[in-house]
């Protein structure tokens, strides 16, 4: 098989890596030619997970076109704002019934679509098209760390066709209907993250980041029950799983952020620090603007968003955080009647 992975980041390399170590042949693309050029040189990427070696069955290229000629698959594997004008380099190479899988995580700001209706928005055949996401670090990854992961598919035989493709000996793949849960929590997980991040900055305990988190996901599965997700998903990996370990671990950006920002930081000088991108300071303002179109609150997010570009303090938004009215721990769920609260 062929597979083009469209991003030479740390998740593109750690994709590119799982894929390689199965025989897959991988063509991934790398927007700078100084990487395609290194991985090609020294089979490891030069600025991106550098100690990892990678299968000479992976070639990488700069060429977007080349990337995706002869692919059977193509997994696209950047920051979700890049997502569109990257399909629209691809739509004139991509052959309409290729099937193409999205990896990144976010909604886009002012059109407030998700990846695959972005996606689906450019390239059409919205029945190619599919979602992989779950507590998924590329650090780990990238060295067999045992993982697990969620492929979300709007037709089931190409979700069963990524799963297979993925699917390895330390990567189990599970398929979900539920594309828009799937989307939608790794988005939103990204926002409490920052939150919990804000947490540690400020000194808090395992009490506040406890709270944080569960409430966290009762905003995450509001949002989706209103969109039309099934708020089981969000117990899964793609929801539970993958907020715990982006909330938690030393590899999250969102985490990192938050704490960096808590500690007198902006978004700015942490992304000229790390020279990364932490969607969820991105996706706080999309998923705020997306639950006031549809009329519903999100509390957390909004703070994180005031916080991350109106100036406001952790410490004062953690205040009106606490200082919420009181209501019954479901609200807005649809599993409890309002004649029955």
């Known amino acids: ?38 991985i090609n040189a020294e089979h490891r990427n030069p600025s991106y997970l550098t100690d990892i070696a990678l299968d000479p069955c992976v070639k990488a290229t700069p060429d977007i076109e080349q990337a995706v000629s002869g692919a059977e698959v193509v997994v696209i594997v950047t920051p979700s704002h890049g997502v569109r004008g990257v399909a629209e380099a691809l739509r ?14 976010g909604v886009e700001q002012g059109s407030l679509m998700r990846m695959t209706e972005v996606l689906e928005d450019v390239l059409g055949n919205r029945d190619r098209l599919a979602a992989l996401s779950g507590p998924n670090h590329a650090e780990e990854v990238s060295k067999g760390v045992p993982s697990a992961t969620v492929i979300a598919a709007y037709s089931e035989s190409v979700g069963r066709l ?20 799937v989307e939608l929590g790794g988005a939103s997980k990204n926002v409490v993250a920052v939150a919990a991040g804000m947490s540690d900055g400020l000194g808090y305990g395992d009490n506040t980041k406890a709270t ?13 029950a209103h969109l039309g997700a099934n708020p089981l998903t969000y117990m899964g990996l793609a929801g ?19 704490e960096w920002v808590a500690c007198g930081g902006t978004v700015d000088s942490y992304s000229a620090e790390t020279h990364m991108v932490a969607e969820g300071a991105r996706s706080a303002i999309a998923l705020d603007d997306l639950a006031h179109s549809i009329g519903i609150e999100l509390p957390i997010t909004h703070q994180v ?11 004062e938004a953690g205040a009106v955080l606490m200082g919420r009215s009181a209501t ?3 609200h807005g769920l649809g599993l409890i009647e309002d004649d029955e609260r």
């Open 162 to 181: 990524v799963q297979d493709v993925f699917m390895a000996p330390a990567f189990r793949v599970y398929t979900n209907p539920d594309v828009v849960g």
């Open 305 to 315: 968003r005031a916080i991350l570009y109106e100036g406001h303090s952790p410490s």
């Open 240 to 258: 539970m799983g993958d907020l715990i370990v982006t909330c938690t671990s030393r590899h999250s950006r969102n985490r990192a952020l938050g």
């Open 212 to 224: 944080l988190m569960t409430r966290g996901l009762a905003e995450m599965s509001r949002l989706g």
């Open 1 to 38: 098989m062929r597979v083009s992975v469209i991003g030479a980041g740390s998740w593109g390399t750690a994709v590119a890596w799982l894929l390689g170590n199965k025989g897959v042949d991988v063509a991934l693309w790398a927007r700078e030619s100084e990487i395609a050029d290194g």
């Open 328 to 330: 019954d721990e479901l």
């Open 92 to 105: 004139p190479a991509l052959p309409v019934d290729t099937p193409v899988v999205n990896l990144a995580k």
